[in-house]
């Protein structure tokens, strides 16, 4: 069985790690290279590192904030925000992240979700998909889902996000991190509906994005939502849960999870075909 992840995420505007609510009331949360030498000491699985403001100002990902980052954390690191050209992902990747996330970029261009893949490998691609579920007259004129939106989600693009999670696959992206704009930042659950739907539709990882509030939530997101890590910032930002009581929860239900730092790894049980001495 594939390991379940805890995944930091690190929303930077103007080199600071910031917060908000549904995408909006930005607050700050501390200094990046701080918080990700923390989650990486602490036993977390990856962490993710968004410009979240760099797509909507047109300008490129903070570079040397990256390389600041990727040389203080041992654990694998996803960068985006901005990235619109295999040039580049090359750029990030020099400066030492291990995967690149495209969003507006993607929707804009899907080939450079093919290009970078071919380049670099699926394995480097993760594209982020901002979905905001259906309401009103978006229900009566397209039926009940959820749309895309770009540009720190002030864009709606009109894609389905079912149908764009599928695409994006095709096309060679590796993973899916999979935000919920109504429950970002809320603390009242992940959307499990929007989660498992996805999930259920495409044979790449999906990440867990948006609403996490307890302990509860994120089980729920990792068994209910299918989702093979799950994404947290404003918990673990604010000091309410810490990476290893997270873990400790989820290895208490059964999940199989990377061991906790300074443990073994649990032992396998014996299969039919193994006898016992």
């Given at each position: 069985?594939?390991?379940?992840?805890?995944?930091?995420?690190?929303?930077?505007?103007?080199?600071?790690?910031?917060?908000?609510?549904?995408?909006?009331?930005?607050?700050?949360?501390?200094?990046?290279?701080?918080?990700?030498?923390?989650?990486?000491?602490?036993?977390?699985?990856?962490?993710?590192?968004?410009?979240?403001?760099?797509?909507?100002?047109?300008?490129?990902?903070?570079?040397?904030?990256?390389?600041?980052?990727?040389?203080?954390?041992?654990?694998?690191?996803?960068?985006?925000?901005?990235i619109s050209?295999?040039?580049?992902?090359?750029?990030?990747?020099?400066?030492?992240?291990?995967?690149?996330?495209?969003?507006?970029?993607?929707?804009?261009?899907?080939?450079?979700?093919?290009?970078?893949?071919?380049?670099?490998?699926?394995?480097?691609?993760?594209?982020?998909?901002?979905?905001?579920?259906?309401?009103?007259?978006?229900?009566?004129?397209?039926?009940?889902?959820?749309?895309?939106?770009?540009?720190?989600?002030?864009?709606?693009?009109?894609?389905?996000?079912?149908?764009?999670?599928?695409?994006?696959?095709?096309?060679?992206?590796?993973?899916?991190?999979?935000?919920?704009?109504?429950?970002?930042?809320?603390?009242?659950?992940?959307?499990?509906?929007?989660t498992q739907?996805?999930?259920?539709?495409?044979?790449?990882?999906?990440?867990?994005?948006?609403?996490?509030?307890?302990?509860?939530?994120?089980?729920?997101?990792?068994?209910?939502?299918?989702?093979?890590?799950?994404?947290?910032?404003?918990?673990?930002?604010?000091?309410?849960?810490?990476?290893?009581?997270?873990?400790?929860?989820?290895?208490?239900?059964?999940?199989?999870?990377?061991?906790?730092?300074?443990?073994?790894?649990?032992?396998?049980?014996?299969?039919?075909?193994?006898a016992v001495?």
């Amino acid at each position: 069985m594939v390991a379940k992840r805890i995944i930091p995420c690190l929303d930077v505007a103007a080199g600071r790690v910031v917060k908000g609510v549904n995408f909006v009331g930005l607050r700050d949360a501390g200094d990046p290279v701080e918080l990700a030498c923390r989650y990486s000491a602490s036993g977390a699985d990856e962490l993710v590192f968004l410009d979240i403001a760099a797509s909507h100002e047109g300008r490129s990902t903070l570079v040397e904030l990256v390389r600041r980052t990727a040389e203080s954390v041992t654990i694998p690191f996803t960068v985006g925000g901005g990235i619109s050209s295999v040039e580049g992902i090359t750029q990030l990747l020099r400066a030492g992240a291990d995967k690149i996330s495209l969003n507006s970029a993607a929707v804009g261009d899907p080939a450079l979700v093919a290009r970078g893949a071919e380049r670099f490998g699926c394995q480097c691609i993760v594209v982020a998909i901002d979905a905001r579920r259906r309401s009103g007259d978006q229900v009566a004129a397209r039926g009940p889902g959820w749309d895309v939106y770009v540009k720190g989600g002030r864009q709606n693009t009109g894609l389905d996000a079912l149908a764009w999670a599928q695409e994006v696959v095709q096309w060679g992206a590796g993973e899916i991190l999979l935000t919920s704009m109504d429950g970002d930042g809320t603390q009242a659950g992940y959307d499990l509906a929007l989660t498992q739907a996805v999930a259920e539709a495409v044979p790449v990882p999906v990440i867990a994005s948006g609403g996490a509030g307890c302990l509860d939530h994120i089980a729920a997101a990792l068994e209910q939502g299918q989702a093979s890590a799950a994404l947290l910032a404003s918990l673990l930002h604010d000091g309410v849960l810490t990476v290893e009581a997270i873990k400790r929860d989820l290895l208490a239900r059964g999940l199989a999870l990377r061991p906790l730092v300074g443990e073994p790894a649990p032992a396998e049980p014996f299969g039919d075909d193994r006898a016992v001495a």
